[in-house]
């Protein structure tokens, strides 16, 4: 079975050798000669010569030198137009047959200003298609993350429901309805895109009502962002625990830009 490998420890070097033993001794031979300067992974990123190189190469390079740069620190990037702020813990890539398989794990998340506490991300069938932008497709996603209970009760009060949400000293969540005298303790969870919400406790003008008058149905989530699914998300004390599977994406970026942000520290962007 196919490992992660740290890309650190993977040089271009090394594909170049593959490549040596697959195509004409001379021919690469002459071609090495002619681009020895991408060697270099981070003074080289933004070279034209870049995108012509092997898949393997390029994202070595890529993957080398976001790590090398941002690998334990903070990282800024934009990605399909949302702003992440983190603290890069993990990057690691493997080959799977024709297509390539990273693993990325964040921790203190800003997502668009969202607080996400950690985030394991897993993109399958990677595919980099050199040119000027660079495209980089992948056929799906798994995303591993927890969040604060807090944090998301804050994230669903700007969505404007009905009701206004907070934290229960017990872990529960108190729903008050904006309108009506109603206010309700209870547990929520997702699996595979239906929520369901057992009520606790419930009151109407401060007088409890008897639980057998009260039902929450099953609401089915649909229409989420990019046709993401919710697979689970459960409460665990006052963390949130989900998955999300997130389906085939595409995007760009230009590599004098990654190259300019691995150097200076700036902004990655993908758009």
């Known amino acids: 079975m196919a490992t992660y490998f740290d890309p650190k420890s993977w040089s271009p070097l090394?594909?170049?050798?593959?490549?040596?033993?697959?195509?004409?001794?001379?021919?690469?031979?002459?071609?090495?000669?002619?681009?020895?300067?991408?060697?270099?992974?981070?003074?080289?990123?933004?070279?034209?010569?870049?995108?012509?190189?092997?898949?393997?190469?390029?994202?070595?390079?890529l993957s080398e030198g976001i790590l090398s740069r941002f690998g334990g620190?903070?990282?800024?990037a934009t990605l399909l137009g949302h702003e992440l702020h983190a603290t890069l813990q993990v990057l690691k890539v493997r080959r799977r047959g024709a297509h390539f398989q990273t693993k990325t794990v964040?921790?203190?998340?800003?997502?668009?200003?969202?607080?996400?506490?950690?985030v394991t991300l897993i993109a399958h069938g990677v595919r980099l298609i050199p040119g000027v932008p660079t495209r980089?497709?992948?056929q799906h996603f798994d995303l591993d993350g927890t969040v604060t209970t807090e944090a998301l009760v804050g994230w669903l009060n700007e969505r404007g429901f009905d009701w206004e949400l907070s934290v229960h000293d017990s872990g529960l969540i108190q729903a008050r309805h904006r309108k009506h005298k109603l206010v309700a303790l209870?547990?929520?969870a997702v699996e595979n895109n239906l929520l369901t919400v057992r009520i606790e406790k419930a009151t109407w003008w401060g007088m409890?009502?008897?639980?057998?008058?009260?039902?929450?149905?099953?609401i089915l989530m649909d229409g989420l962002?990019?046709?993401?699914r919710i697979v689970h998300a459960?409460?665990?004390?006052?963390?949130?625990?989900?998955?999300?599977?997130?389906?085939?994406?595409?995007?760009?970026?230009?590599?004098?830009?990654?190259?300019?942000?691995?150097?200076?520290?700036?902004?990655?962007?993908?758009?």
């Open 14 to 61: 090394r594909a170049v050798e593959a490549g040596k033993r697959l195509f004409d001794q001379s021919w690469i031979d002459q071609w090495v000669s002619v681009t020895t300067s991408w060697v270099d992974p981070v003074a080289d990123l933004g070279a034209g010569t870049v995108t012509a190189l092997m898949p393997d190469v390029l994202m070595t390079m």
């Open 73 to 76: 620190q903070e990282i800024n």
């Open 106 to 118: 964040l921790s203190r998340v800003l997502w668009d200003k969202h607080s996400i506490e950690s």
């Open 136 to 138: 980089v497709r992948a």
């Open 186 to 188: 209870v547990d929520a």
């Open 208 to 218: 409890r009502l008897p639980r057998n008058l009260i039902t929450a149905p099953a």
């Open 225 to 228: 962002p990019n046709h993401a």
């Open 234 to 271: 459960t409460r665990d004390g006052d963390l949130v625990r989900f998955r999300v599977d997130l389906p085939e994406m595409t995007g760009s970026f230009d590599l004098a830009q990654i190259r300019s942000a691995i150097v200076t520290g700036t902004t990655l962007i993908i758009f």
